[in-house]
């Protein structure tokens, strides 16, 4: 079966949970003997256009690089090479790339249409009116169109089914974990093993970095907390100046910028406590990777992470400072409790959210009612 993905920027994945959960996705689709082909953006790595990667076929396609332009001019041209390629099955990722839907099902209706509904968009405040208005023209276009949906929460499920009477597919991310016994890589952003609080994840405001920040400088000053103690934020985004100005230049918050492979790896795993602040989100593959890592999590009280994390994580009331620092406090204060919810929560992410059972689930759509 020849499967075409389309709609992240590319693989491997430098950041973003759409497309790290693309290069795994393709990586053991290509193991299931499957032929693969990921639509990266061309020039996404700067001097070099690769054409494979760990059995995958590499497809890079020009865009318009502008933020308006370039996820949806890139996702044209793929749906325009991946029709005339003949493929099997074109998979879209995100609303914004299933606005094109309505293209492999007019002009080539033996291709079956997938789409994976990853995240609510339109709720980033980057876009303006005009673009959060195509994003949800997308969310609409997708569930008219593609011949599976497949969205990661029951949540999502029940929006789409009261919203549009859409019947759905719920197949969740997958955590997937290296193997790590080191902390080599920490040296070079002066953090030590268990003396780092982490975050990880796009520095955009809805991921509410901002109130994170905040409570942690309230407890250092305060000295309610270790002194040794950091905050280490990991990714970057259009947010991050705002958030390096907040941290004042403070030697306790680390800003390490997108992380991959290895090195990521390492900061994962040897983190105190994963902290997950966000306002919004579809199934957060940051906080399923800290869960199948054990770590700790301190989490917004927001439906999807508890959908995630159920009863493994301690929650705090979304953008409430207030409460994000008394949680903070109780935890780090309380730990060896905390640490055991450490503990169920890898049980679970090994459980619920595995990549084993999400390839052949996924791959059941594709060649379900196959054409």
């Not at 796009?202 to 901002?210: A, E, F, V, Y």
Request: hydrophobic letters at 40%; proline letters at 2%; aromatic letters at 10%.
């Amino acid at each position: 079966m020849k499967i075409a993905l389309i709609g992240h920027k590319g693989i491997p994945a430098k950041s973003g949970g759409v497309d790290r959960h693309v290069e795994t996705l393709a990586y053991h689709l290509s193991l299931k003997n499957e032929t693969v082909f990921s639509y990266n953006r061309k020039g996404y790595f700067k001097g070099s256009d690769n054409k494979e990667m760990n059995g995958v076929n590499i497809i890079n396609i020009s865009y318009i690089n502008t933020k308006n332009l370039a996820a949806i001019t890139h996702s044209f041209l793929s749906v325009i090479h991946a029709m005339k390629s003949s493929v099997d099955v074109i998979h879209f990722h995100g609303i914004g790339p299933s606005l094109l839907t309505w293209m492999p099902k007019i002009f080539t209706p033996k291709i079956k249409v997938v789409s994976t509904l990853h995240s609510f968009d339109y709720g980033n405040d980057k876009w303006g009116r005009f673009a959060k208005f195509m994003l949800r023209l997308g969310e609409k276009t997708m569930c008219k169109y593609a011949d599976e949906v497949i969205v990661l929460t029951k949540l999502m499920a029940d929006y789409l089914k009261d919203k549009y009477g859409r019947e759905t597919n719920i197949i969740p991310n997958g955590a997937f974990i290296k193997d790590i016994k080191g902390f080599g890589s920490l040296e070079q952003f002066n953090i030590k093993p268990q003396k780092y609080i982490v975050s990880i994840s796009r520095l955009i405001r809805l991921k509410g970095i901002q109130y994170l920040i905040k409570s942690f400088k309230d407890l250092k000053d305060s000295s309610l907390i270790d002194s040794d103690l950091k905050l280490v934020i990991v990714g970057d985004g259009e947010y991050q100046k705002e958030l390096i100005k907040m941290a004042d230049n403070r030697e306790d918050i680390v800003f390490t910028g997108n992380q991959s492979d290895n090195t990521l790896a390492e900061l994962y795993a040897n983190a105190k406590l994963f902290v997950q602040s966000s306002e919004m989100e579809g199934l957060s593959l940051s906080l399923l990777e800290a869960m199948a890592y054990g770590l700790p999590i301190l989490a917004s009280k927001i439906p999807a992470n508890i959908e995630a994390a159920s009863d493994t994580a301690i929650y705090f009331q979304s953008k409430s400072i207030n409460d994000l620092k008394n949680k903070l406090q109780e935890v780090l204060n309380d730990y060896n409790k905390t640490l055991e919810l450490g503990s169920l929560a890898k049980e679970r992410a090994n459980k619920v959210f595995n990549w084993d059972k999400i390839i052949d689930d996924t791959l059941y759509l594709y060649k379900k009612n196959s054409k």
